[in-house]
């Protein structure tokens, strides 16, 4: 079994790989990337569409006080831009995409927001939260 750094990007891959998912096929990994308005939201699309990713914008209204969960932290309402690339899930390739959408996302306000997998539907969506290195 490989093994991953011991962080959250390397935390996700390894839960993964526990769950019996072969880690040497490609998968639709999603790559959120955070806005601070619906304007630079649909520029960061943009901005990352003319790079080659595939990217979408979506407002998320948050969670009402009724859906927060006791240690969870409260979840705001806010723009998103996803990056959705289809890759065989590599740490150091993850790393480097979450930094390339922070790069390309930052003069616009956005940043990197970590990652994700669909595993199927009726399964639980994997994902790591960490900010990317630089």
């Not at 891959?13 to 769950?19: G, Q, R, S, T, V």
């Not at 407002?59 to 979840?75: A, I, L, R, T, V």
């Not at 995409?97 to 616009?108: M, T």
Request: charged residues 35%.
């Amino acid at each position: 079994m490989t093994e991953y750094p011991d962080d959250a990007d390397g935390s996700v891959l390894a839960d993964l790989a526990a769950l019996g998912i072969d880690m040497t096929q490609p998968m639709d990994i999603e790559f959120p990337v955070a806005a601070p308005d619906e304007e630079a939201a649909i520029e960061i699309a943009r901005v990352l569409t003319e790079a080659g990713y595939e990217a979408h914008v979506e407002y998320d209204d948050g969670e009402s006080e009724d859906e927060e969960q006791e240690g969870d932290e409260e979840f705001i309402p806010g723009w998103d831009v996803y990056a959705n690339v289809r890759m065989v899930p590599d740490y150091d390739e993850i790393i480097r995409i979450q930094a390339d959408l922070s790069r390309l996302a930052n003069p616009l306000g956005g940043m990197s927001d970590g990652w994700g997998v669909m595993l199927d539907p009726d399964e639980e969506e994997v994902e790591s939260d960490e900010e990317p290195k630089e």
